[in-house]
């Protein structure tokens, strides 16, 4: 586990890369923090099927929160990133096979737990959320439900649906902080009844769905916005 | 069409009653404007079932919204407050008959409209919007799709379902104005299903569902407080 050499400065933010090894695979991940100073809260950003860690709307949520004074840390999921094997942009019917030869569920949430612990030595233990949509929910629900140290979490985008539906299935009632989950309307990729199916199975007691007409990847602006608004206001 | 002589003033509004005689019958309504001053924004507020033109909640909004210096009328639904002729309360199941006996869609959609004509005609054309839930969107959803003026609605606790059904299916569509839509996840009254069908044939391009756990009366105070930034964001 070490911080890369190269430091970056853009958006109001501090940016460091570091490399997790575990389990004989090696993890690229990036965190950020605000350039004005410390932080005492901290918001993981999982990113979706066939981008990265640092793809435009992930450095875009860093730079939201770090106006926020939150910092935020981030990985490559399996088989994406710099871990990619393949360019599944061209061929996203290997979504599945990426994500089971990347570990699938349980390496998943062993480079997460990692990831964290790494960041918490270095940093210190603060409050600390979720923030993922799709393949960042499939990432972020079992993550959510099994790290004691996510308090709060937006999700969405994800149902009883896809590689690790079974797992989402099996640890959506385990979930029990605060969730805000999106979906949207006419999504062309998650049917809309498994995404209404995951959200009623969330074990949460303080849960709202938020849906909003257009596909997969139109989640509207103001939701975005608001997600900050949501996670700023529950690691007060 | 006229005032009545009495004029109240509480929680930072004034209130006046008003009734209307159309069609061989009599609605009486209320007006409420903030007390420091003219209002160049006005909001419908449909009460819900078994209850009344001034009940709690009802008020509250009333309240809330003259905050931010938006006027408020209601008027009693058919066969609800002083147009009621046995007290439903007692007997719930009395609802689709006193609904019907007060005359259906057809006459609330005749109340409502001689109701807003007339708060026109004596404070002036505003951008205007309406709340209601439940009952209150029996009358608010035809209401929106049937009367231009109405620019902005918050909807919800209402399905597929109940005595005037088949007009909300068949008027849904036609709604074209923002809406928000809120709904109760363990709804003892309103199927779950239907409150869903029903939002996803709004026909609004901007449309959003907000859905929170708890039963038909549970809605969360946050939820409150967002539907008056919600209607003051867009009557602006």
């Known amino acids: 586990m070490s911080w890369n050499d190269k430091n970056d400065n853009k958006n109001g933010l501090d940016e460091r890369g570091f490399t997790l090894s575990l389990e ?4 690229p991940g990036v965190y950020w923090t605000p350039s004005d100073g410390a932080s005492e809260r901290l918001v ?3 990113h ?8 435009d709307y992930i450095e875009q949520m860093a ?3 770090a106006a926020r004074g939150i910092s935020c840390m981030a990985i490559d ?19 599945a096979e990426v994500w089971d030869e990347g570990g699938g569920t349980p390496a998943m949430l062993a480079d997460w737990r990692a990831a964290l612990d790494f960041i918490e030595q270095q940093e210190g233990v603060r409050p600390t959320g979720w923030w993922g949509l799709s393949m960042g929910t499939m990432m972020g629900l079992p993550v959510t439900a ?11 985008l994800m149902g009883t649906w896809g590689p690790n539906a079974d797992d989402l299935i099996r640890l959506a009632p385990e979930v029990s902080c605060p969730v805000r989950f999106l979906m949207q309307w006419d999504d062309e990729i998650v049917p809309r009844d498994t995404c209404i199916e995951l959200f009623g199975t969330l074990g949460s007691k303080k849960k ?3 849906a909003n007409p257009g596909a997969h990847q139109a989640v509207p602006q103001f ?4 997600s900050v608004d949501y996670l700023d206001k529950y690691l007060r």
């Open 24 to 27: 004989g695979r090696s993890v």
């Open 44 to 46: 993981l950003l999982g």
């Open 48 to 55: 979706g099927g066939t981008t990265h860690k640092k793809v």
């Open 63 to 65: 730079a939201m929160l």
């Open 77 to 95: 999921g399996p088989g994406h990133g710099e871990r990619a094997t393949r360019d599944i942009t061209q061929h996203p019917d290997a979504f």
């Open 146 to 156: 099994t790290d004691e140290r996510i308090r709060v979490a937006l999700l969405g």
């Open 208 to 210: 709202t769905l938020h």
């Open 223 to 226: 939701e975005i916005r608001g």
